[in-house]
Structure formats: structure tokens, C-alpha cells
């Protein structure tokens, strides 16, 4: 990210429709922003957005301005807020995650506080249910990109890990991230 430039988070959702996505990238196109980061999904029969985009703060503030229309217009609800640069205060180590298990509840909220205990920052997750191959059973992925503090004994934290897994029955993968 260019630090010459202002950030603007924007989280929209609606109806899912065919070109929702072009409409609402030329509001950003137009304004003079660019788009630097995103996620986008049909979840439900709905379309969710999440961008960050940047631009010289007139540019931010033309786009701002266009939002509520453009919001009313495309059938989304929408949030912005300003944002900055992101400043890491400590090294971190990108590590990759993944957990297949039978369908439950609680299992996100279970390995996020297993993070959390050790001071591991979830960047980005995803998740999924689906019928297992043969059998049907309602399963449940989980893809998570977390950094985990330069400080931390990496042997400890994947036995650790590992254990938590074996004592919950989830399947798992720990390893460094390649991208």
C-alpha cells in the first residue's frame, strides 16, 4: 500500500444480482480511487462486499459522497470508514491454517480463543459446510491465515495446537504460508 495515499474501508450487502459487482466498482473507478484489497461472496442469497480502497483524500470524499446513493440504487447496505497504512508493532509470522471436522457449533469461536491465548492474530478466515463425499455427513472447513509473533516457539505452539485438535477431533494443518 502507498503511504501517499488515504484508505477508505467499505462493507456493503444485498440482494445477490448479476453485474452488482461491475456497478459498484465503476462508483470507485470514477471517483479517481483505486481498489486495493477485497473479499466478496454470495452468502445466503446474498452478495457481500468488502473493500479497501485508497486515493488522495478529494477523491476518498467524492466517493464518499456517492455511497448512499449508489447504496440505494444497488438494493446494498453499506458501511465506509476511514482507515490507514497498517502498522505491524511487532514481527510476525504468516502462518496457514486449516481444520476439517464434523459440523458443529462453536468451533470458530473455539480456535479463535485458542489464538488468542497466545497472542496469534487472525488475518483472514473463511469458512464452509458440505456434505461429506459417500456418506453425506454434515462437515465443516475451516482456512485461516493468522501471524503468529516472531517470539513464539513454533515447535510448542504446533504441538499445542495439534493437542487441542486431537482432544476436539478436528483434522488440522499448521504451516508457514507461501504467498
Same mark, same amino acid.
Given at each position: 500500500?502507498?503511504?501517499?495515499?488515504?484508505?477508505?474501508?467499505?462493507?456493503?450487502?444485498?440482494? #445477490?444480482?448479476? *453485474?452488482? =459487482?461491475?456497478?459498484? !466498482?465503476?462508483?470507485?473507478?470514477?471517483? +479517481?480511487? &483505486?481498489? @486495493?484489497?477485497?473479499?466478496?461472496?454470495?452468502?445466503?442469497?446474498?452478495?457481500?462486499?468488502?473493500?479497501?480502497?485508497?486515493?488522495?483524500?478529494?477523491?476518498?470524499?467524492?466517493?464518499?459522497?456517492?455511497?448512499?446513493?449508489?447504496?440505494?440504487?444497488?438494493?446494498?447496505?453499506?458501511?465506509?470508514?476511514?482507515?490507514?497504512?497498517?502498522?505491524?508493532?511487532?514481527?510476525?509470522?504468516?502462518?496457514?491454517?486449516?481444520?476439517?471436522?464434523? #459440523?458443529?457449533? *462453536?468451533? =470458530?469461536?473455539?480456535? !479463535?480463543?485458542?489464538?488468542?491465548?497466545? +497472542?496469534? &492474530?487472525? @488475518?483472514?478466515?473463511?469458512?464452509?459446510?458440505?456434505?461429506?463425499?459417500?456418506?453425506?455427513?454434515?462437515?465443516?472447513?475451516?482456512?485461516?491465515?493468522?501471524?503468529?509473533?516472531?517470539?513464539?516457539?513454533?515447535?510448542?505452539?504446533?504441538?499445542?495446537?495439534?493437542?487441542?485438535?486431537?482432544?476436539?477431533?478436528?483434522?488440522?494443518?499448521?504451516?508457514?504460508?507461501?504467498?
Amino acid at each position: 500500500m502507498q503511504s501517499s495515499n488515504d484508505y477508505l474501508v467499505i462493507t456493503a450487502a444485498g440482494e #445477490d444480482q448479476v *453485474g452488482l =459487482v461491475e456497478r459498484f !466498482s465503476s462508483k470507485i473507478v470514477e471517483s +479517481g480511487c &483505486n481498489l @486495493e484489497q477485497s473479499r466478496m461472496s454470495v452468502l445466503g442469497g446474498q452478495f457481500a462486499i468488502l473493500v479497501l480502497v485508497s486515493g488522495p483524500w478529494h477523491a476518498l470524499s467524492k466517493l464518499e459522497s456517492q455511497l448512499e446513493p449508489l447504496g440505494v440504487q444497488l438494493g446494498l447496505s453499506m458501511v465506509a470508514k476511514r482507515t490507514r497504512a497498517r502498522e505491524l508493532t511487532q514481527p510476525v509470522l504468516p502462518y496457514h491454517v486449516e481444520v476439517v471436522a464434523l #459440523d458443529h457449533p *462453536g468451533i =470458530v469461536h473455539s480456535l !479463535s480463543k485458542f489464538f488468542a491465548r497466545y +497472542g496469534i &492474530n487472525i @488475518e483472514e478466515l473463511a469458512t464452509d459446510t458440505y456434505p461429506a463425499p459417500h456418506t453425506g455427513t454434515q462437515m465443516f472447513s475451516v482456512q485461516m491465515e493468522v501471524g503468529v509473533p516472531a517470539s513464539t516457539h513454533i515447535p510448542t505452539l504446533r504441538g499445542e495446537f495439534f493437542d487441542y485438535c486431537d482432544d476436539l477431533n478436528l483434522d488440522a494443518t499448521f504451516e508457514p504460508s507461501r504467498a
